[in-house]
């Protein structure tokens, strides 16, 4: 004879609210139902717990198009944790999370899309609320032309709020001359570019070359995203701000 399924170890894969997930431990004694036998109790043990419980109720709500939960949750983290930890220890793993689950098959297209939608809107309305306060030089933030993603410019642009530094968020999709004159008319202290891992490096790197001239010699250029590492030749006076640690750094010394 053929074992095909060992009923002697079955492994359930459960969701657990956000509300009560912090009670869960390895080795609790878990007791459930099944939709089969619904007046039967089964035992078992809790083996583990999804690495963040946190990630996996975002992906859920993704694929019910949960607007309300994703932004309550989105707001709880930020509040508990403060801007700077929320950045590293909930969005970038989010992300990460959301953009595996989709290579994988397990969100599709439109998830994606969503989750992007409301994350954009809770980090545009966390920075309004730290806008005012905002002081010195500002910090000005775009994509150049062709480059239609600007997710990652409100996610650096909140960071920098965080710091009580003025920020600029311009958009996606902006000309070369207008981050320029942009830059000009703000007094920029700094200019920081997001590029994606699809633009073409070529043409960035003659847009990159063409901004840093059209800027004043005292402010820097930031490049950021993950395409801003792979590009070669880059003009005297660009800096590689690839991260939120790097970030940090770049803003200590403006």
Do not use: M
């Not at 019910?64 to 793993?93: C, K, Q, W, Y």
């Not at 397990?106 to 002081?135: K, M, N, Q, T, Y």
């Not at 070369?176 to 043409?203: H, M, N, R, W, Y």
């Not at 063409?210 to 590009?231: I, K, M, N, V």
Request: hydrophobic share 45%; aromatic share 6%.
């Amino acid at each position: 004879f053929v074992t095909i399924i060992d009923l002697d170890r079955l492994e359930l894969w459960a969701y657990v609210d956000e509300t009560d997930i912090g009670r869960v431990t390895e080795g609790q004694t878990a007791v459930f139902n099944v939709d089969t036998y619904p007046d039967a109790d089964f035992e078992g043990t809790v083996l583990s717990v999804y690495p963040d419980a946190v990630i996996e109720n975002t992906l859920e709500a993704c694929r019910r198009f949960d607007r309300e939960t994703l932004v309550n949750s989105l707001n709880s983290d930020a509040s508990l944790l403060g801007i700077r930890r929320f950045l590293r220890e909930r969005v970038v793993p989010l992300l990460e999370a959301v953009g595996a689950s989709w290579a994988k098959g397990r969100l599709e297209v439109r998830h994606e899309h969503f989750f992007s939608e409301v994350l954009e809107d809770s980090l545009r309305s966390l920075r309004a609320g730290l806008d005012p306060s905002g002081r010195g030089r500002p910090v000005v933030l775009a994509t150049l032309p062709d480059e239609l993603h600007g997710l990652g410019l409100h996610i650096v642009g909140l960071a920098v709020a965080a710091t009580g530094r003025t920020v600029r968020v311009l958009g996606p999709h902006l000309p070369v001359e207008e981050i320029a004159q942009a830059a000009e008319a703000t007094d920029a202290a700094a200019v920081g570019l997001s590029i994606s891992v699809f633009a073409p490096k070529i043409d960035t790197v003659e847009a990159v070359t063409e901004l840093r001239a059209g800027l004043r010699p005292d402010t820097q250029l930031w490049l950021g995203g993950s395409g801003a590492a792979h590009l070669e030749g880059l003009p005297d006076g660009s800096e590689s701000v690839s991260t939120l640690d790097d970030l940090d750094a770049a803003l200590n010394v403006i």
